[in-house]
């Protein structure tokens, strides 16, 4: 079964910088989409960052393109969403996905993998 861990959240002021990390076990190496979603309390997910890989194509929302990036560290079954220049808007509860076969997919319905998020706050 596939296991997503996500870590990396936390306060951090308007122009900040963070780095989230996903931890992902459970599967036999393919082709895999993996992607970055946000909530807002009382707002809609929403789709942030997505990459395929193993050739690691990357698509981003428009809120986010220039200041967040997302990667991967193939030896530690690891993906990563650097984000920078933080907005308070940026605040949310932030989800890692996953799913076998290529997506490139910022639409929540296209996973089937979840991970139970991390909290990342932006102040102003």
């Known amino acids: 079964q596939v296991q997503l861990v996500e870590s990396g959240g936390g306060s951090v002021q308007a122009g900040g910088s963070l780095r989230l990390s996903c931890a992902t076990s459970?599967?036999?190496?393919?082709?895999?989409?993996m992607a970055w979603f946000r909530q807002a309390p009382g707002k809609e997910r929403e789709g942030v960052a997505t990459?395929?890989?193993?050739?690691?194509?990357?698509y981003y929302a428009d809120s986010v393109k220039g200041r967040f990036a997302i990667s991967q560290d193939n030896a530690k079954n690891t993906v990563y969403l650097q984000m920078n220049s933080l907005k308070p808007e940026d605040s949310a509860v932030y989800y890692c996905?996953?799913?076998?076969?290529?997506?490139?997919?910022?639409?929540?319905?296209?996973?089937?993998?979840w991970g139970q998020g991390t909290q990342v706050t932006v102040s102003s």
């Open positions: 990459m395929s890989t193993p050739v690691g194509h990357t």
């Open positions: 459970g599967y036999t190496r393919g082709t895999t989409s």
């Open positions: 996905a996953a799913r076998l076969g290529v997506a490139w997919s910022l639409q929540e319905i296209d996973y089937n993998y």
